[in-house]
């Protein structure tokens, strides 16, 4: 097909064709004539290439099956979790290695009843793990999830129940550098309790056994954190018929740690000497009995004690003082208060005679000879009011004759 075009207008990039009918056209200028300028006339022949459709086509659909087989037939597989070994407090797992086919790998995560335990590092490299710390004679449930540039993938849930005390079958044992003897007696013991022995340092191993810790295989140990123990420990547990504590199987460990036994554990408690506790014996000192009391108590049971009758007052208020002695009637008079100056003579005899009154009749002399006294005393003005009383009390105050040595004081202030 021929089409006849006018140009109208050249650029660098771009010339304006009009067509027969004013029609406007761009086309690139660089397929057209390099002589060629506004006004001219040029003949394009335009037609089908069916053999560039073909190739083309064939082309296309190649690549759409290269594609399909590539990334559409196969896809990354979900990891299967499997119990490599179990013991009282842990569980070791294994998987398959993972299979990504064309997709990337994001992440690999542990799932522990349901809820996240942790990521597992290097997925591509690591395909077993070992969770510790767990609970005797306890299930759990575990799972992986996959995550990839193709999705995500979850494996199917693994059930593991942890070992009873008493069961053995979860001990590994390495032997480390042992003598002939020691090594065939631990093949022996670890056979008879169901336990396995291994002679690499595994991620299942659970102890590692020998009398001299240098190796290879001990360093190993050391950086897995592996207890390395004694042969004595496997024959503590076939003896005792569970899993001892390895504390006292140590390679530098005391002996005396060793648990021999609960019955002999509870003998050695029992024979266990016990301190003698003395018993305990409160001495007492000897009571004084109080003198205050005892005054009270005479005071109370004899009516002609040192109060002359009346009631006790010392626990309240202070004793009287003494009578004066007689041959002292000039400093008595001195020491006697205005008040006492002040008051009736008679009063005051009177006063005299009833506290002197029960002592009168228990003491020589009559109870008129003392009034008489007491009387003639204020006549003659030779004292105080009461002086007289006050000596007949000297004479017999009622606690009993005068001290022997002539004083003031009966026998009773005398003991006071």
Known sequence: MLISLTVGKVDAGVAVLLTEDKRLIEFPSILLPPSISSG?????????????????????????????STYG???????????????????????????????????????????????????????????????????????????????????????????KMTDLSGITVTPGVLPAALRESLSGAVERIGAKIVENVRIDTTHFVCTEGRGREWEKALEMNIPVVRPEWVEGCEREGRIVGVRGYYLNADPNLRQVGPAVGVQQQQQKPQPQSRPRTESQQPTVPDRQSSQQQEGLSSPSSATNGLPNRQASSPAPPLPPAKDEPKKSRELASPADASQDPEQEAHETDQESEPATYSSRGSTNENENRAVAGEGEGEGPPGEEGNRAEDRDDGNGPRSPEGGNESFSEVQL
Not at 51 to 67: H, N, P, T, V, Y
Not at 81 to 94: G, H, Y
Not at 142 to 163: D, I, N
């Open 40 to 68: 001219s006339v040029v003949d394009i022949t335009v037609s089908r290439n069916h053999d560039s459709e073909a190739s083309s086509q064939k082309a296309f659909l190649a690549l759409q099956s290269s594609i399909y």
């Open 73 to 163: 037939q196969a896809s990354p597989s979900p990891p299967v979790l499997r119990c490599r070994n179990a013991t009282q407090t842990s569980v070791v797992l294994e998987w398959d290695p993972i299979e990504l086919a064309t997709a990337e790998i994001r992440s690999l995560s542990l799932y522990r009843n349901g809820s996240k335990a942790g990521s597992i590092p290097r997925p591509l490299e690591i395909t077993s793990t070992k969770i510790s710390g767990m609970a005797v004679d306890t299930e759990y449930t575990f799972h992986l999830v996959l995550r990839t540039s193709a999705g995500q993938y979850s494996g199917e849930k693994l059930a593991v129940r942890t070992h």
